[in-house]
């Protein structure tokens, strides 16, 4: 084996050392928050945030898994607006991913350019609430999930993968008398697992988190169908809820935390198990081809 020499070595201690801070840099606001979850009102009003509290509580716990807590509810949408719009987005990108992709497409450059041309320019906000007012989508999880079924970037991932899965593999299935829909399923799908993979971890966290739509497509009336993110946001932003006798309650600080440990626990919980997938399908999706 080569000796290896000093500034190789060099080189590997700065680059170890660079991403372990970098690391850390990454990991200790959510452990700051995590603690801070567990810290009573009292060690908050004494020491402020930090990791070292004077006194460990379940209050922030205690309210937000109360009786009549709005999380269940808020919670309970959310997954529902993530798992529709996971489905659906999947559905509708690897179907339009796999058709651009065939060079005797009909009209394959326009499509590919009006993707594109869609992941530059929108409607704006007016017009997208206009057209989603006009389909009686307002106060419906489907004002939420029918704009984000087909985001032209990961279109254009699984369509890149695509491209470089080798032509011989559909012509020997056409021999066999396969159609382009059990191509598509028992051929390409299979073989585009990283990249399909990527894209479900893009369209969960996208769904997991949004609010602007919700609160933008969803009245006072509808607060019922409101997910997890907006009851996050206003909790932290306004810093009260509602109380019992109509009016407003001041939210202790680990009541805050605690909702957004349960609002981000989902997706750090998800990400490891498609950690595997993720490099490998967002670099072989976007630079080939």
Same mark, same amino acid.
């Given at each position: 084996?080569?000796k290896?020499?000093?500034?190789?070595k060099?080189?590997?201690v700065f680059n170890?050392? @660079? =991403?372990?801070?970098?690391?850390i840099c990454f990991?200790?606001?959510?452990?700051?928050?995590?603690v %801070?979850?567990?810290?009573? #009102?009292?060690s908050?009003?004494?020491?402020?945030?930090?990791?070292?509290?004077?006194?460990?509580?379940?209050e922030?716990?205690k %309210?937000? @898994?109360?009786?009549?807590?709005? /999380?269940?509810? &808020?919670?309970f949408?959310t997954? !529902?607006?993530?798992?529709?719009g996971?489905?659906?987005g $999947?559905?509708?990108?690897? =179907?339009? &991913?796999?058709a651009?992709?065939?060079?005797r497409?009909?009209g394959?450059k326009?499509?590919?350019?009006l993707?594109?041309?869609?992941?530059?320019?929108?409607?704006? =906000?007016?017009?997208?609430f206009?057209?989603?007012?006009?389909l009686n989508?307002?106060n419906?999880y489907w004002?939420?999930?029918?704009?984000?079924?087909?985001?032209?970037?990961?279109c /254009?991932?699984?369509?890149?993968?695509?491209?470089?899965?080798?032509?011989? $593999?559909?012509?020997?299935?056409r021999?066999?008398?396969?159609?382009?829909?059990?191509i598509?399923?028992?051929?390409y799908?299979?073989? &585009?697992?990283?990249v399909?993979?990527?894209?479900?971890?893009?369209?969960?966290?996208?769904?997991?988190?949004q609010?602007s739509a919700?609160?933008?497509y @969803?009245?006072?009336?509808h607060?019922? %169908?409101?997910?997890?993110? !907006?009851?996050?946001r206003?909790?932290?932003?306004?810093?009260t809820?509602?109380?019992?006798?109509g009016?407003?309650?001041?939210?202790?600080v680990?009541?805050k935390m605690? #909702?957004v440990?349960?609002? #981000?626990l989902?997706?750090?919980?998800?990400?490891?198990f498609?950690?595997k @997938?993720?490099?490998?399908?967002?670099m072989?999706?976007?630079?080939?081809?």
């Open positions: 084996m080569r290896r020499s000093s500034s190789a060099a080189f590997t170890y050392s @660079f =991403l372990s801070v970098l690391g990991v200790l606001p959510y452990v700051l928050i995590l %801070m979850s567990f810290t009573s #009102t009292q908050y009003y004494h020491k402020g945030y930090s990791l070292f509290p004077e006194s460990l509580t379940l922030g716990y %309210m937000i @898994f109360g009786k009549g807590s709005e /999380i269940y509810t &808020a919670f949408n997954v !529902v607006i993530t798992v529709l996971t489905v659906i $999947l559905f509708c990108t690897v =179907l339009a &991913a796999y651009l992709s065939r060079k497409l009909a394959r326009f499509f590919n350019g993707i594109v041309f869609a992941m530059l320019f929108s409607g704006g =906000l007016i017009p997208s206009l057209l989603i007012a006009a989508m307002l419906t004002s939420i999930v029918v704009p984000g079924a087909l985001t032209p970037w990961y /254009i991932l699984v369509r890149t993968y695509f491209t470089n899965i080798p032509d011989s $593999l559909e012509e020997s299935a021999m066999d008398g396969a159609n382009d829909f059990l598509m399923l028992k051929i799908l299979p073989l &585009a697992l990283p399909v993979a990527t894209v479900s971890l893009y369209f969960i966290v996208g769904f997991w988190n609010w919700s609160v933008l @969803f009245d006072g009336m607060r019922n %169908m409101m997910p997890i993110a !907006v009851i996050l206003e909790y932290i932003q306004y810093n809820q509602g109380s019992g006798s009016g407003t309650a001041t939210l202790p680990s009541m605690a #909702t440990v349960v609002a #981000t989902p997706i750090v919980c998800i990400y490891p498609l950690q @997938f993720f490099i490998n399908g967002l072989v999706g976007s630079v080939k081809g």
